[in-house]
């Protein structure tokens, strides 16, 4: 009988029990004692380490584990809180836990939900402890009182989010960029561009931010992460009214929206007016000009406007720059307006195509995978590329034959790189440079024109080679070289004009010192 009642009270020693806390807002400040005694004397369990409080628990020696690694383990975040929720329940069947959750548990807490039920199901006697939610303070930053009708939800709620402007909205947990543009694009159907709604974070912190800002920058901020929310205000009777105007008028038409698929979710980047610019020249009555132009007659200045830009990004010239980008955009619109009138493709199809290309070459930002570095994301884009074109057996292929050929020649040795077939020593490549001069001087000296070219190409190559080893671009560099000997050319000129002499009276070592001048004159480059 003793023996047994001694289990008993063994077994009920080994009982555990769960008390879930708030870490408050941010500010080690917003602490409760009673959260910090709790966190001082038991088993210590954090949703996340990414919140600013933890720096203050570390500083006070409390020991805890957290459950980020699941964030990187699951696919949707529903998973991400089911396996928290379970390895919670798991810990707190022998042992007295505290769980700890950014902000206020009863506030924006999917797990603390799961707890519930799961702590019923198991027999562990569950204890929720109040905790300042983010909440209190952005009642005070934007100066609103929750009883005129506040809702909080989720920003990923996309059927909550079709109901903004009806009464004031604040949207929790805007991870990132990525999850910030989407509720964008979903209230851009509903709100018009310029909304005024509020960009809420790191509140209680010295670096807080709560500012006004239009709707369509909402995915443009410098920082967005765990600690960023929206405030949506409520939006004026007539604004609303409005609105439902707009949508009842676009359905009458027979939608606008289908009209001018472009602005399916409208931006203040929309190509609809250049395109349809495009259009008119290329129809009866527009430029004779345009309407001759076919894919090969206009094949050359695609290709010049592209070097045309990288003028301007050398020259640091802004002004040039967008006007060559635009340009070159303009040079993309026309060959898709051809392709459209051929049937062939649409303008369209190119963005949706390279914007799925995007998407599906960068697993790491918009999907499950996990990269350690830059090496690591090129990896996987070259091995998503050979699975995009399976046609491409070769090594090489793929390489256009009509590149520059310093950069073509770039591109071949990285890709051969690749598959091992590379010199593993700078040193090495070096040799083989200073082997092919010594074949290529040999040539000249024998002048065989032939040979000569020949060797030269190797020398060339192998420079590439060398340089490429050295972390440089030859192509670069050596367009770089000629916009340098242009400059410093027209400096010898101009002095050669200043001087009222024609160029014969000059000897090379005359127009030597004019060109050191243009030298010592030079800004060197960042």
């Known amino acids: 009988m003793e023996s047994k009642n001694k289990t008993g009270l063994e077994d009920c020693k080994m009982k555990g029990t769960l008390t879930i806390v708030g870490l408050g807002p941010g500010a080690a400040g917003h602490l409760s004692l009673e959260t910090l005694k709790l966190l001082e004397e038991r088993f210590v369990i954090l949703r996340t380490e990414v919140h600013p409080t933890v720096a203050e628990l570390k500083r006070r020696g409390i020991s805890f584990i957290s459950c980020d690694a699941w964030y990187e383990k699951e696919a949707t975040f529903e998973e991400v809180y089911d396996k928290i929720s379970s390895f919670v329940i798991e810990q707190a069947k022998n042992k007295e836990v505290v769980y700890a959750v950014p902000g206020s548990p009863l506030v924006a807490e999917r797990t ?57 909205l604040m949207v929790t947990q805007v991870y990132n960029q990525m999850v910030a543009s989407d509720m964008k694009l979903t209230l851009m159907d509903i709100l018009p561009d310029e909304t005024e709604v509020y960009f809420l974070r790191n509140l209680g912190l010295e670096d807080e931010e709560c500012r006004k800002i239009p ?26 009214q409005t609105m439902l105007q707009s949508a009842e008028d676009d359905s009458d038409t027979g939608g606008y929206w289908e009209r001018f698929p472009l602005l399916q979710h409208k931006t203040q980047f929309d190509v609809r007016p250049l395109a349809d610019v495009m259009q008119v020249l290329r129809e009866p009555g527009g430029c004779p000009w345009d309407r001759e132009q076919d894919f090969d007659t206009i094949r050359a ?115 051969v790189a690749k598959v091992g077939f590379d010199w593993t ?102």
Request: glycine share 4%.
């Open 301 to 415: 200045n695609l290709i010049e406007e592209c070097y045309e830009f990288l003028e301007a990004v050398d020259d640091k010239d802004t002004h040039g720059m967008v006007e060559e980008l635009g340009d070159i955009l303009m040079q993309v619109v026309f060959h898709a307006r051809m392709a459209e009138e051929k049937g062939m493709f649409t303008l369209q199809d190119v963005i949706d195509g390279v914007t799925d290309k995007l998407i599906e070459r960068h697993p790491h930002v918009f999907g499950t995978v996990k990269v350690a570095n830059s090496d690591e994301v090129l990896t996987n884009w070259e091995a998503i590329k050979l699975q995009e074109k399976p046609e491409r057996e070769r090594v090489l292929d793929g390489i256009y034959k009509g590149l520059p050929s310093l950069l073509r020649a770039h591109k071949i040795q990285k890709r």
């Open 425 to 526: 020593e700078t040193e090495e490549v070096k040799k083989k440079v200073l082997e092919e001069w010594k074949e290529f001087n040999d040539a000249a000296t024998l002048q065989d024109q032939k040979a000569m070219e020949w060797e030269l190409g190797d020398l060339y190559f192998s420079l590439v080679n060398f340089a490429r080893h050295l972390g440089l671009e030859s192509e670069t560099a050596l367009n770089r070289c000629n916009n340098r000997f242009v400059v410093r050319f027209e400096h010898v000129e101009d002095r050669v004009k200043e001087s009222g002499k024609p160029w014969s009276e000059y000897s090379l070592e005359e127009l030597d010192r004019f060109w050191d001048e243009a030298k010592e004159n030079e800004v060197p480059a960042d």
């Open 215 to 240: 709707l369509f920058e909402m995915d443009r901020q410098p920082v967005i992460d765990h600690l960023t929310s929206v405030f949506i205000p409520r939006q004026p009777e007539e604004a609303l």
């Open 112 to 168: 603390v939900t799961l707890l519930r039920e799961k702590a019923k199901r198991n027999n562990i006697p569950l204890t929720i402890k109040p905790a300042m939610s983010f909440l209190d303070l952005a009642y005070v930053d934007l100066g609103i009182d929750p009883i005129d009708g506040l809702r909080i939800i989720d920003a990923q709620d996309f059927s909550a989010l079709a109901d903004a402007g009806q009464y004031p």
